[in-house]
């Protein structure tokens, strides 16, 4: 008996705002739509993008991953609260979620970001998987996340094959992602 090939199931992408004047409604968020912009000029293969806006603070944080984590979210980027400020504890919340951190992606982050601004080593960024979700911490402003996914997103697909996410493809022209060669 054979089988028709199915299509891979679309990645399922959160992105997550943190930011107590974004959940207000007294500053608009541009980090979440500067990340899904420069997810959609980058990933080529099927795709479903979901954003939120929450407000700082480490229990709505870890709330908020473990939700998206346990609604199958393959990969989620959350913007803001990487900072030094007393409410900036993002990366607190990743750490009370994840089963393993990748502090190499945090410290390409950083190193990428220093050769724009001195002030990125203030930055807490890192990432890390839970189940078969990968967690990705980045700044809140568009030039920034893009200067970090620059950076760190040519390691996400095959990341993402590893931890028996969904399957994600890039355009070459744009991010080279790598994958090892089989044998």
Excluded at 90 to 103: F, G, I, N, R, S
Excluded at 107 to 114: D, G, K, Q, T, V
Excluded at 160 to 180: H, N, S, Y
Aim: hydrophobic content about 45%.
């Amino acid at each position: 008996m054979t089988h028709a090939a199915r299509a891979p199931r679309p990645a399922r992408i959160a992105i997550v705002t943190v930011s107590d004047r974004a959940a207000r409604g007294e500053y608009e968020d541009k980090g979440g739509p500067g990340a899904e912009e420069w997810l959609r000029g980058v990933i080529t293969s099927p795709m479903e993008i979901a954003r939120h806006i929450i407000p700082d603070g480490r229990a709505g944080v870890a709330e908020t991953l473990r939700a998206l984590v346990e609604g199958g979210s393959d990969l989620i980027l959350v913007t803001g609260g990487t900072g030094p400020a007393p409410r900036d504890e993002t990366p607190e919340a990743l750490a009370d979620v994840m089963e393993k951190e990748l502090p190499g992606f945090g410290e390409e982050m950083r190193r990428a970001s220093l050769a724009e601004v001195p002030t990125a080593i203030l930055s807490r960024q890192t990432a890390g998987i839970r189940d078969s979700s990968l967690m990705i911490l980045l700044p809140g402003k568009p030039a920034a996340i893009a200067t970090c996914l620059n950076a760190v997103f040519a390691a996400v697909p095959y990341c993402l094959d590893l931890i028996g996410a969904a399957r994600v493809e890039t355009d070459p022209a744009r991010i080279k992602a790598f994958r090892p060669k089989a044998g």
